[in-house]
């Protein structure tokens, strides 16, 4: 089983609030994505990262931000979350060269 | 057009059927393809991984390349009802080595 966290994995929250969700791996793998998915939909990557201090937007725009300080660590950020935000965030990490993405278990996100 | 087309089911078959999943794409740069199942409120988890064109089989499953018809399949024999998921093809090219493009994903209900 990967070993990759994401916490919460629920969180229910209102109108204008901040909010970090965070995703850890102890694997040691360079890269990280963050993944957006509403239920019965397709993934669409919106945030992923090569490496510590490296991050790039993905495919589907977004207003969360996030940051790679450590290469464990690689947590997203809503300043201001929006019912529009509602939705499953799910985090992967990937190792050099390797096309395969190992998974977390997802946070679902309910903005009031 | 997107780039990874995955047929969208749902698909329901009977347990011990032969079940085929099935993408295609127009991006000829793709080299690598992986499967990946989802049960339901949990992230992806990696099935199978192939390199270019040809067959790999893993235990009841296996993954067909086509890469002169840009068409790629996973066969599941013998199905049992744990294999009820979703289903979601994932390719990448050498130039973005660790960033996949996935389909939509195709949710098979295995009855018993």
């Known amino acids: 089983e990967a070993d990759i966290y994401q916490t919460p994995r629920y969180l229910v929250i209102g109108t204008g609030k901040k909010i970090t969700l965070e995703c850890s791996q102890t694997?040691?793998?360079?890269?990280m994505y963050w993944y957006q998915q509403d239920p019965g939909m397709e993934l669409h990557l919106i945030h992923y990262?090569?490496?510590?201090?490296?991050?790039e937007k993905g495919d589907l725009s977004s207003e969360s931000t996030v940051s790679r300080i450590r290469t464990e660590h690689f947590p997203l950020t809503l300043e201001s979350a929006r019912p529009s935000h509602t939705s499953q965030y799910l985090c992967?990490?990937?190792?050099?060269?390797?096309?395969?993405?190992?998974f977390g278990p997802g946070t679902r996100l309910l903005v009031l | 057009q997107k780039e990874v087309e995955q047929d969208p089911g749902p698909l329901s078959v009977p347990e011990g059927a032969i079940v085929s999943l099935n993408c295609t794409y127009s991006n000829s740069a793709f080299q690598y393809f992986m499967w990946y199942r989802q049960y339901s409120r949990k992230g992806p988890e990696l099935l199978m991984y192939t390199y270019s064109s040809g067959n790999k089989e893993d235990g009841r499953f296996t993954a067909q390349v086509d890469k002169s018809s840009k068409y790629i399949s996973l066969f599941i024999r013998d199905s049992q009802p744990s294999d009820s998921a979703t289903y979601l093809c994932a390719m990448s090219g050498q130039r973005e080595a660790g960033k996949s493009t996935f389909g939509d994903g195709t949710t098979l209900t295995v009855k018993p």
């Open positions: 990262s090569y490496g510590v201090n490296s991050t």
């Open positions: 992967a990490s990937s190792l050099g060269r390797a096309e395969t993405q190992y």
């Open positions: 694997m040691g793998h360079d890269k």
